[in-house]
């Protein structure tokens, strides 16, 4: 009981970090062309090279994700501004990945904004276990 109350609170907390606090100081990032497949991470990767992101708003945003996260969050990158992906650790729960991502996208919204934006949730073994997309048209997240 008290362990699940625990994760409730911590991924309140991620929420409310994620959502009021800018991750990117100073002015409007660039648009750029839009990626038409997703990034992936796989074990043939040299993953341990990957940059936190491919822009310097990005690269700071992943950094932040990394930082702000308290131990759910092992490692973070984002490219063209528009794909986050984040490689979460042991402790988070599979009961606890969805809202995990439903928060990180509400952050990677606000600081990236007017763009449709997509978020990759793999696990400790770098496999993908989630993907969100938010849609700013009908300002909804899907799940797959």
Request: hydrophobic share 40%.
């Amino acid at each position: 009981m008290i362990q699940q109350i625990r994760r409730i609170l911590t991924a309140l907390v991620l929420v409310v970090v994620l959502t009021t606090t800018a991750a990117c100081s100073g002015g409007a990032v660039q648009a750029r062309q839009p990626v038409t497949n997703a990034p992936a991470i796989t074990s043939g990767d040299r993953y341990a090279q990957l940059e936190r992101g491919n822009s310097a708003g990005g690269q700071n945003f992943g950094n932040w994700v990394v930082e702000k996260s308290k131990g759910l969050v092992q490692d973070a990158y984002v490219r063209d501004n528009n794909y986050l992906g984040v490689v979460i650790t042991p402790q988070v729960r599979p009961n606890d990945v969805k809202p995990l991502a439903k928060s990180l996208t509400q952050g990677f919204h606000k600081n990236f904004p007017n763009r449709d934006l997509t978020v990759l949730m793999y696990a400790p073994d770098k496999k993908l276990i989630l993907t969100a997309r938010y849609d700013v048209q009908s300002n909804q997240i899907e799940y797959k």
